[in-house]
């Protein structure tokens, strides 16, 4: 069974950082493709960014491209997402998601592609 799980989130003021972990449990995450989505209050849940299973290719939304970097350690079955510059809009549950993938350089951008799910962390970004 794979089980993403999320951790790194917090209660931060405007303009400062944060980085989020997530650690993949339970098979090689060199198989998965990763990635970063968040939910804000009342809205849908969104793609923040993802990692192609070889680390190799990246896709970050435009909303966070300048600030947000994600990254990812094969050998510790771990993904990153270093958040800077934080705005009062980052606010939301962060979730981890993967799925197994034959592409190396495969970079999935909508839920529905992704086949595990975290419990999410909570980012609160404060004026």
């Known amino acids: 069974q794979v089980q993403p799980v999320e951790s790194g989130g917090g209660l931060v003021q405007a303009g400062e950082s944060l980085r989020l972990s997530c650690v993949v449990s339970?098979?090689?995450?060199?198989?998965?493709?990763m990635g970063w989505f968040r939910q804000a209050p009342g809205a849908e849940r969104e793609f923040v960014a993802g990692?192609?299973?070889?680390?190799?290719?990246?896709y970050s939304a435009q909303s966070v491209k300048e600030r947000f970097t994600i990254s990812r350690d094969n050998a510790e079955n771990t993904m990153y997402l270093q958040m800077n510059s934080l705005k009062l809009e980052d606010t939301a549950v962060y979730y981890c998601a993967a799925t197994n993938t034959d592409g190396i350089y495969y970079v999935p951008r909508e839920e529905h592609h992704y086949d595990y799910w975290g419990q999410g962390t909570q980012v609160t970004v404060s004026s």
């Open positions: 990692v192609s299973r070889s680390g190799v290719e990246k």
């Open positions: 339970g098979r090689t995450v060199s198989n998965y493709a």
